[in-house]
């Protein structure tokens, strides 16, 4: 079992930075893959960024490429995401997800966090 914890939320305006960290427990972080994923009200979850275990590998959205950087402190158990550059749009709560498999489909990950509100004003 993982337990996922985000925090980092918040209100921000357009052009702004947040970062959002995970913090696990339960089981080490270094086994298993990590993703951020984000919903927005009415609206799908969706992938915004994948780290592999190794932290050889990242993977971004398109639409978030070129602003966000998630990374990993596998001693601190956790995962972050640096967000830049935020626009209206990246208006969404955020999750934080762990599994075996590095994918940017929700099915693929085990575990999730309760996830944390990011609110981006114009």
């Known amino acids: 079992q993982v337990q996922l914890v985000e925090s980092g939320g918040g209100l921000v305006q357009a052009g702004g930075s947040l970062r959002l960290s995970c913090a696990a427990s339960?089981?080490?972080?270094?086994?298993?893959?990590m993703g951020w994923f984000r919903q927005a009200p009415g609206k799908e979850r969706e992938f915004a960024a994948a780290?592999?275990?190794?932290?050889?590998?990242?993977y971004y959205a398109d639409s978030v490429k070129g602003r966000f950087t998630i990374s990993r402190d596998n001693a601190k158990n956790s995962v972050y995401l640096q967000m830049n550059n935020l626009k209206p749009e990246d208006t969404a709560v955020y999750y934080c997800?762990?599994?075996?498999?590095?994918?940017?489909?929700?099915?693929?990950?085990?575990?999730w966090g309760q996830g944390t509100q990011v609110t981006v004003s114009s």
């Open positions: 997800a762990a599994g075996l498999v590095m994918s940017t489909s929700t099915r693929s990950y085990n575990y």
């Open positions: 780290i592999s275990r190794g932290t050889i590998t990242t």
């Open positions: 339960g089981r080490t972080l270094s086994s298993v893959h």
